[in-house]
């Protein structure tokens, strides 16, 4: 087996079909969906060039939400119908958000519950940490499953060390290269007690100011890449939530529930999930569990400080403007998620219950348009403006871009993305449903790194429900392993990687069908306890298996 050092991937690429399609909810001024609007009403740009709308549609919900299941439809010349079933899937994002807002939230589903369903809905709960109860009408069972929801935050959102760097900051500093956030760290660490250097920044050598620098990065993007992929597993979570909602019949709505998280850098994987939701009909609404947030400027009380002296002015005032940005920034993504949609963000308002009931429902009617993509597919994210014309000022909800892929070689990388994006979220996950049989183990072992010790990790897989490809009349089949330590907030501290190519004929393949395939990968880590995660993926229907295990290395 070929291994090498685990690093987490980032994903790049997305497909796109040739035919974009844009869903639209046109609201008046009072939030109602607006009636009447035909194909001559709307016109869309991609990137600021007017394409021609080539389909058109429009969506009606098929009752009115107050309506008894068997009352008659608002037209007397349509049929009367029973009103569709409504499956609402409710997600807790359990990781960015704080204890006290999730508090505010589980008590605004457990109303929501109580006093917000009708007969005939059916409600699932989601969360990022994979706590899970299916479709149900059961009020008890549903509250109880509100209940048990806890807050797994995965970082320190404050920050830690001196200069301290909050995730924001991390944010600018790692993924934008944002001078100004890094001048601001660069004078507080003029003040950190272990500076050796000077007690002035501007008084410090050039030599001082590259090391400052360097460091000060260093310790942006490792704080970034944990945040980040916080932000990739979150995401993931609310693909399952989706994806569940696209296999129920009737109406479907997918209401989030969050104090928000920072979704930069991951547009393709938003898109995708706006993609999901628009193609299955699925409206997204989202509640921000932070309420009417009125975050004072500079650092709490009880935020950790490491330094000599007071901080910095610049420092101090670069992180009050930020204040805004940081809020809109971790509310892009549930934003997004709701114009693109047709959904509601409710947000800067403390009445969570209201904000649940007013959630749970689907626009009366919405709008569905396509255009015939130019041929300008470069691969890159192109911005979307959907504007009604020659009538009235409407708010218009709409998706707001789309990635145009070009060639087959793209595409390829997109799917090679995907199943990296895959393992990594999986890395960093809790789920232990396995696709396929796997088990983990480990053995202690000396390491040949002074005060490390090996932790060999040993993988099972048995070849009961993989599927092998045959050629040259043997069987093919690739497997993927990855093996990482985290701390107790699931950092990885230790990880391999690595691949095994099978080509068996039909002997070598009956004997493996008894033994299984082992394989191991070595992590060299200190004394302390971990979780070893192992994740592994077969190549030709892309199914996954999962494994962890407490470890304790002395």
Not at 47 to 73: C, H, L, T
Request: glycine content about 8%; aromatic content about 8%; some cysteine.
């Amino acid at each position: 087996m070929s291994a090498r050092p685990y690093v987490t991937g980032i994903p790049r690429f997305r497909v796109q079909t040739d035919l974009v399609e844009v869903g639209v909810v046109v609201r008046s001024g009072d939030g109602h969906a607006v009636p009447g609007l035909t194909k001559e009403n709307f016109a869309i740009t991609d990137r600021g060039q007017r394409r021609d709308i080539s389909y058109f549609a429009v969506e009606k919900r098929s009752a009115p939400m107050d309506a008894p299941a068997n009352a008659a439809p608002s037209n007397p010349a349509e049929p009367g119908r029973n009103r569709d079933p409504r499956f609402i899937a409710l997600y807790f994002e359990d990781f960015a958000t704080g204890t006290g807002d999730l508090k505010h939230a589980q008590q605004a589903g457990r109303r929501f519950v109580k006093e917000g369903l009708d007969a005939g809905d059916r409600v699932a709960i989601f969360s990022t940490s994979g706590n899970f109860l299916d479709y149900t009408n059961a009020q008890d069972e549903l509250i109880d499953a509100i209940d048990k929801l806890r807050s797994h935050p995965k970082y320190n959102e404050a920050g830690a060390g001196c200069p301290r760097i909050n995730s924001f900051e991390a944010y600018r500093i790692a993924a934008l290269n944002d001078p100004m956030a890094m001048d601001a760290a660069k004078a507080e660490a003029a003040t950190c007690a272990s500076n050796d250097g000077s007690d002035q920044y501007t008084g410090a050598s050039t030599g001082q100011q590259t090391a400052d620098e360097n460091r000060i990065r260093a310790q942006a993007e490792l704080f970034w890449g944990q945040v980040r992929q916080t932000s990739q597993t979150t995401l993931d979570a609310m693909g399952k939530a989706l994806e569940s909602l696209r296999k129920a019949p009737g109406r479907r709505v997918l209401l989030i529930a969050s104090s928000g998280f920072i979704s930069g850098t991951l547009e393709a994987e938003t898109d995708r999930l706006i993609d999901t939701a628009l193609r299955a009909g699925i409206v997204i609404n989202a509640v921000d569990a932070k309420g009417l947030y009125a975050e004072a400027p500079g650092r709490g009380i009880n935020d950790s400080i490491d330094s000599v002296g007071p901080i910095p002015t610049q420092t101090f005032r670069v992180e009050s403007e930020a204040l805004a940005g940081k809020l809109f920034t971790a509310n892009q993504a549930m934003s997004s998620f709701t114009q693109a949609t047709g959904g509601l963000f409710f947000h800067n308002n403390n009445d969570l219950p209201y904000g649940f009931r007013q959630l749970g429902s689907i626009p009366e009617v919405s709008y569905v348009l396509a255009f015939n993509r130019a041929d300008d597919a470069d691969g890159k994210y192109h911005k979307l403006k959907v504007t009604v014309v020659d009538t009235k000022p409407y708010e218009v909800q709409a998706r707001p871009g789309y990635f145009a892929m070009s060639s087959r070689a793209d595409r390829d990388k997109a799917v090679d993305s995907t199943a990296r994006e895959a393992m990594d979220r999986e890395v960093a996950g809790t789920s232990l449903v396995n696709d396929f049989p796997a088990t983990v183990a480990y053995r202690l072992e000396n390491s040949r790194q002074k005060g490390m010790v090996t932790v060999k990790a040993l993988i099972h897989v048995g070849l009961d429900g993989l599927k092998f490809s045959v050629r040259d009349e043997r069987r093919v089949q690739k497997l993927e392993f990855v093996a990482a330590l985290t701390d107790a907030n699931g950092n990885v501290l230790a990880g391999k990687e690595g691949t095994l190519d099978f080509a068996l004929t039909d002997a070598t393949f009956a004997k493996l069908s008894v033994s299984g395939i082992n394989a191991a990968l070595d992590l060299d880590v200190q004394p302390g306890r971990y979780r070893l995660r192992a994740v592994a993926r077969e190549a030709v229907e892309g199914k996954l298996a999962r494994s962890t295990m407490d470890v304790e290395v002395k």
